[in-house]
């Protein structure tokens, strides 16, 4: 049940990464092979039938060797640092287009680091939390808001 096209993935990720399209989809197709190399079979399954088929088949494709992920990418126009960056925003890319279902069996699988990109993404903008209290209101427990301030008449100014 693929909800989403190749196209649409990369577009998402190089929006992300700020990568090229050309890039973008030739380290796409490693970094989820890489991130699938964590999951049992049915987590596969899972996260293969809502990617695209150009990336399901990664999902499939076993190494014989463990690389770590950003290794997978790293090319004389790649730097550690850049793949590092790479990884994060395809992270990023991936909490976007795929289920709760599945994001919840990539994070429950991944090193922590890479769990803790898997953030599906917020409705709002602003993810901290609001203070009850603003400048305007004034201080917890004041009774004089700003909007009823007004100058001390026995100060002067000078």
């Known amino acids: 049940m693929v909800m989403v096209t190749i ?7 190089v929006s992300h990464s700020g990568a090229t399209a050309e890039l973008a989809g030739s380290v796409a197709p490693e970094i989820v092979a ?3 190399a964590y999951l049992t079979p049915a987590q596969r399954d899972l996260v293969a039938d809502e990617l695209p088929e150009e ?4 999902v499939w494709r076993v190494d014989l060797l463990a690389t770590p992920i950003e290794e997978r990418i790293l090319g004389p126009s790649i730097s550690v640092g850049r793949a590092h960056e790479l990884v994060a925003s395809m992270c990023r890319t991936l909490a976007e287009v795929l289920s709760i279902e599945a994001i919840d069996a990539l ?11 898997l953030e599906p993404p917020s409705n709002s903008l602003d993810r ?7 400048l305007a209101s004034g201080r917890p427990g004041s009774s004089h808001p700003i909007s009823e301030a007004h100058p001390d008449p026995t100060r002067t100014i000078r």
């Open 55 to 58: 990336l399901a088949t990664e």
């Open 34 to 36: 890489g991130i699938a």
């Open 7 to 13: 196209a649409a993935v990369v577009s998402r990720f």
């Open 128 to 134: 901290s939390p609001r203070s009850a209290y603003t």
């Open 107 to 117: 994070r429950s699988s991944l090193p922590s680091e890479l769990g803790a990109w």
